[in-house]
């Protein structure tokens, strides 16, 4: 199995940056791809972003284009989500998850980690 581990949220002002990381363990290179989703209160989950684990391929919801950038440290075993100029709808617990397809829907994946809050303060 695959386990992944969430952090780097916090609260954060409108306009600034944050650093999330998804640290992953077991059989990682197993899961093709790996992704960000997103929670807020109310909302159903949202696709963030995703990438080929080996290839290193991403895309991105149109919302988060130019402002966010995943990435991956193979090394390390780790996916990141930089997140820059940040706004108040960014708020959301964030979730990385593991899986076979690239995918925006989240039935696609097969592993989920605990999620991380970020908040983006106006």
Avoid at 10 to 33: D, E, H, M, N, P
Avoid at 101 to 109: L, P
Wanted: aromatic content about 14%.
């Amino acid at each position: 199995q695959v386990q992944l581990v969430e952090s780097g949220g916090g609260l954060v002002q409108a306009g600034g940056s944050l650093r999330l990381s998804c640290a992953a363990s077991g059989r990682t290179f197993g899961s093709r791809y790996m992704a960000w989703f997103r929670q807020a209160p109310g909302k159903e989950r949202e696709f963030v972003a995703t990438i080929h684990w080996s290839g290193g391929a991403t895309y991105y919801v149109d919302s988060v284009k130019g402002r966010f950038t995943i990435s991956k440290d193979n090394a390390k075993t780790t996916m990141y989500l930089q997140m820059n100029s940040l706004k108040p709808e960014d708020t959301a617990v964030y979730y990385c998850a593991a899986g076979q397809t690239s995918s925006s829907w989240s039935w696609q994946y097969d592993y989920w980690g605990q999620g991380t809050q970020v908040t983006v303060s106006s």
